[in-house]
């Protein structure tokens, strides 16, 4: 597509009359700033500015906009300024590609990765909190009960071996609940700011 220096449509393609579904008559009807997306025009029309008073010989800009049936196509904009001869008017190109199957490809891969980051997110919580309401419990369970016990027994051997223990499952719910804080970073979303102290201080007990 050719291009006049306050931005007019002087000549068609076929390739552009196929990506803007317009004849050739109307896109030579229209200024080029018209067929991008409102979002980008302010950008395209500083760049374009630009490209006509030589301070920049080319840009590129990907940008969207909507067919006369509204659907919603997007295209990779190359525009580069033409050498100009004696008196000839200046003048720029504009090489055009549809790239909707590409951006459409992208939004899908980008609500996938949401998608799978969410279930994972999810999978992690339910499993931290089955972790702390199950064998991290029973091992605070098992320990106290150990503590009891301990106190009954007045072999020394016997004592001594008991408080073995103690101290290897005070090491194991170290190791799982440090594994629950790393599966759930954010405790006071999902147990609540009381649960989230007393676990913290649980931890550092544990130390």
């Known amino acids: 597509m050719h291009l006049a220096a306050n931005g007019d449509i002087l000549k068609v393609n076929p390739a552009a009359v196929e990506i803007f579904k317009q004849t050739d008559e109307a896109l030579r009807e229209k200024r080029f700033d018209s067929l991008v997306n409102k979002r980008d025009n302010g950008r395209f029309q500083r760049l374009f500015q630009a490209l006509m008073s030589g301070e920049i010989t080319q840009f590129q800009l990907d940008t969207s906009w909507q067919t006369a049936a509204a659907e919603s196509r ?82 020394e051997s016997a004592e001594n071996s008991i408080e073995l223990v103690q101290t290897m499952f005070k090491q194991v719910n ?34």
């Open 74 to 155: 997007w295209v990779n904009l190359i525009i580069s300024r033409l050498p100009q001869f004696q008196d000839k008017p200046l003048r720029a190109v504009a090489m055009v590609e549809d790239i909707t199957t590409r951006k459409r490809m992208e939004q899908e891969l980008r609500e996938v990765k949401r998608r799978l980051s969410q279930s994972r997110e999810k999978v992690q919580l339910r499993f931290a909190q089955d972790l702390h309401d199950g064998p991290i419990q029973d091992l605070y369970a098992a320990t106290f009960h150990l503590q009891a016990i301990r106190q009954l027994v007045e072999n």
């Open 174 to 207: 170290g190791t799982l609940r440090l594994m629950c804080h790393e599966l759930r970073p954010p405790t006071l979303k999902s147990f609540g700011l009381q649960t989230a102290i007393r676990s913290h201080v649980e931890q550092f007990t544990l130390r």
